[in-house]
């Protein structure tokens, strides 16, 4: 699988990364087990996961795994300010350091590749949110820093803070894909701007790029669970219809999946390094991979950057 570097940094990854959300909740380890040996095997070296995935579960799977396969070659890259009793995120240095210190137990490792800030934080001053970044990085539990699901202003407000201590963040982590173009107002190009590699997150529109949900919700899908139906719901109507009938049209003149479709989409376009993919099985996993194969004529891109445009509005568009 090619390498990309990450942001302006040395540090290169995988051009796929390995998402857990599901690992220790919908996934069990005997499948995370499987998920991995397909994914190191296919060349893929980034594996992204969180303190409240599955309320810690899929880093105590990641840390097992890995203690079986070894890291030498596997970027294990997590995130905090999770979800706490009363307050919705808490990036505190009390809070950040406890999180990472824990992350780091369930990993089982001394360090983490890359530590991402979760969500921002109103609550705390962004001064004392970095300090903890800054504190991480230079004791050697994280060796790079990155931000998740940041605003535009958000974006480059940590990067330049950060960066008046000598230590740049090197990514910026966020949902994008052909039914979620809204980062490419301000975070794409605060991003392009600041030196940071961008590993968008469900980038097969939550599913929904696949087209199996183009005659109704099978019933062992995300939008047929009691606790992701809503996530899905937002892009099972309205615009996205034609979205996702262009990618199954698209992908039946190429004798492709649409799910290749949908993620060679993203995985080229500007300033993206790796889009974070998830599978439930394996088997599921196995075809998503197989996009490494792709590449998108141009003519089929440049339709689907057409059917898929987001509106765009003062004073967005007067600066184009």
């Known amino acids: 699988m090619e390498q990309r570097h990450l942001g302006r940094s040395g540090l290169q990854v995988s051009r796929l990364g390995l998402g857990t959300m599901t690992w220790g909740r919908d996934t069990d380890e005997h499948e995370a087990r499987d998920q ?17 995935y599955a309320d810690g579960a899929s880093e105590r799977i990641v840390g097992r795994l890995l203690a079986e396969v070894g890291r030498d070659d596997v970027v294990v890259a997590t995130k905090a300010v999770g979800r706490r009793t009363g307050r919705r995120f808490d990036a505190s240095r009390r809070h950040l350091l406890a999180a990472l210190d824990a992350s780091l137990a369930r990993l089982g490792t001394d360090h983490v590749d890359l530590w991402q800030l979760h969500r921002w934080d109103p609550a705390t001053p962004l001064e004392e949110t970095l300090a903890a970044v800054e504190a991480a990085v230079r004791s050697g539990r994280a060796r790079y820093a990155g931000i998740s699901n940041y605003s535009g202003w958000q974006t480059a407000a940590a990067a330049t803070t950060l960066a008046r201590s000598g230590l ?3 990514s910026a982590q966020v949902e994008y894909s052909l039914l979620q173009r809204g980062p490419e107002r301000e975070v794409l190009p605060a991003a392009a701007a600041l030196g940071l590699g961008v590993l968008p997150w469900s980038p097969l529109g939550r599913g929904v790029l696949t087209g199996k949900y183009r005659h109704g919700t099978p019933p062992d899908s995300r939008g047929g669970s009691a606790h992701l139906a809503g996530f899905v719901a937002p892009y099972l109507e309205g615009r996205a219809t034609g979205v996702v009938d262009a990618v199954c049209t698209a992908a039946e003149g190429l004798g492709v999946a649409p799910l290749e479709v949908a993620l060679a989409w993203v995985r080229d376009r500007p300033g993206v390094v790796a889009p974070i993919v998830g599978a439930r099985t394996a088997t599921q996993l196995r075809g998503v991979l197989s996009v490494e194969e792709l590449e998108l004529p141009d003519e089929i891109r440049a339709a689907l950057d057409d059917v898929s445009a987001p509106e765009v509005g003062y004073p967005d568009a007067a600066a184009q």
Do not use: K, N, R, S
């Open 168 to 170: 740049p963040l090197i």
């Open 36 to 52: 991995l040996a397909e994914y190191l095997a296919a060349g893929g070296t980034l594996v992204d996961t969180a303190d409240v």
